[in-house]
């Protein structure tokens, strides 16, 4: 078993540490703006440095500097606490930015004017102004330390004497820049890593959100056109009930009505009946397949994918298969294996057949044949219905798995407005199954589907 290294353990708890630190500086970003916690920052590191400044001043005999630095570091703290504690950013940063302006123009006196360092600190305070203050305040700031720093100038050049040399030597001069000098770099690092990281951050969720939005489009332009698909099927439908089923109704209501007045010979009466028999039997397997689709459409039909007997299911189909065609004088033979079984859904595959089974005897003209037919192709059975009927012509042929192709009449005149081979497609996919076929005009047409075998 891979063990992990208590080094490896150990680093990863001092990072963890070390985040939990600094998020304890500078703020949480959940909770914080970036400028509120670059102004924490700044304020953490302005505090380090002017202990480390204070100790420089001793040490080199800055007095002035040395009194005027703890009344500053007090100031930065109560700024600190006002931004971490009651995160009153905006007032902290405008005073930030006077008192530091403020502060180094009487550090600019006392630490002997342009031979001092405080210019470098006055360069540094205006990037830290524009990196913390909102943006609408940068001319502002930028316009105050032109000002300020060119005041003192002149100043100086009007007044030198204003401008008192007061380092005691050469030397203290020297530690005097060799320390504000880091220190100023110091901070710009800093800074400027804490805005790297920033920009990558945002970069890096912009990036993502660019892809979550693109993902989001791509789902909803497929929303989109299921549901425009939907709308289709649905107008489709409505035609269907508003003339399709409605037209065999009429004749039903007309054929009844004739003979309820008794006004019609007995050859008559058996042709009507004929007659009737045939709309009976178009309108119940129209509203079946109708009733099957709409409910798979709802989402409310679940299919059980269980060991079928293919023999078995179609004897059970027998009153059904031989109805139709005997009316026909079509022959209908099938030829399968007893011990082949199938993976689907009973009631799915019965729903298909006998579509299958029905369009072929309808499109078979009289003294034809159908033959039904189960072969075994490695992992799939393929069962084929073939009739020797009038084929389908290549320009319907596109459209014969969709609710678009038009309404057909079988060779005894037999109306089919194709919900019927929808269903068979919609059904098949559900079975983990496909379906096609072969057709060619005048010499018949063969559907196949495939599926799962049982046993392998």
């Known amino acids: 078993m891979f063990m992990i290294p208590k080094y490896t353990c150990q680093v990863s708890k001092t990072k963890a540490a070390l985040n939990k630190r600094w998020v304890a500086i500078t703020g949480d970003p959940a909770s914080y703006s970036m400028e509120n916690r670059a102004f924490n920052l700044v304020s953490v590191i302005s505090l ?17 500097m040395s009194i005027v630095i703890p009344c500053l570091f007090v100031f930065q703290f109560f700024l600190y606490y006002q931004s971490l504690v009651k995160k009153r950013y905006r007032t902290q940063v405008l005073l930030y930015g ?11 006196h ?44 002149l100043s100086e050049y009007l ?28 901070f710009i690092y800093f800074i400027t890593t804490y805005l790297k990281k920033y920009y990558k951050s945002e970069k890096r969720i912009a990036e993502e959100r660019l892809v979550a939005i693109k993902e989001q489009n791509e789902v909803m332009l497929k929303q989109t056109a299921a549901l425009e ?35 019609v010979t007995a050859e008559e009466k058996e042709a009507i009946e004929d007659e009737l028999l ?50 026909k004088g079509v022959k209908l033979t099938y030829s399968i294996d007893k011990e082949v079984e199938v993976i689907a859904d009973a009631d799915m595959l019965k729903v298909v057949m006998r579509n299958l089974l029905g369009n072929a005897v309808k499109f078979t003209p009289v003294g034809g044949e ?52 929808l269903l068979c497609k919609e059904f098949m996919e559900r079975q983990n199954g496909s379906i096609w076929f072969e057709s ?15 046993r392998v």
């Open 48 to 64: 380090l440095a002017m202990i480390c400044m204070f100790i420089i001043d001793i040490c080199i005999g800055q007095w002035q």
């Open 98 to 108: 006077l008192v530091s302006y403020a502060g180094l123009a009487v550090n600019y």
């Open 110 to 153: 006392f630490n002997s004017g342009v031979g001092g360092p405080t210019m470098f600190i006055f360069f540094l305070i205006f990037q830290l102004l524009l990196t913390i203050a909102p943006s609408r305040y940068s001319i502002l700031w930028t316009a105050l330390n032109i000002l300020l720093a060119g005041g003192l100038y």
């Open 159 to 186: 007044h030198p004497d204003w401008y008192p040399d007061t380092y005691p030597t050469r030397g203290s001069r020297l530690i005097d820049f060799a320390f504000t000098y880091p220190i100023a770099i110091i």
């Open 229 to 263: 698909h939907m709308n289709a099927e649905k107008s489709k439908m409505f035609s269907i009930i508003s003339h399709d089923l409605r037209a065999p109704i009429d004749s039903i209501k007309a054929y009844l009505e004739i003979l309820s007045r008794s006004l």
């Open 278 to 327: 045939t709309q009976v039997r178009y309108t119940s397997e129209l509203l079946q397949n109708m009733l099957h689709w709409s409910k798979s459409q709802m989402q409310g039909l679940q299919e059980k994918l269980v060991p079928l007997n293919l023999k078995e299911l179609i004897d059970e189909m027998g009153s059904y298969r031989l109805s139709g065609a005997s009316v």
């Open 370 to 421: 159908v033959v039904i037919k189960a072969t075994r192709n490695g992992d799939n059975v393929e069962v084929s219905v073939k009739d020797s009927g009038i084929g389908i012509p290549a320009a319907r042929q596109q459209e014969l798995f969709t609710l678009h192709s038009e309404t057909t009449f079988g060779t005894n005149n037999e109306k089919g407005v194709g919900l019927g081979l």
């Open 440 to 454: 060619a005009v005048g010499e018949g047409t063969t559907f196949y589907i495939s599926l799962p075998v049982s």
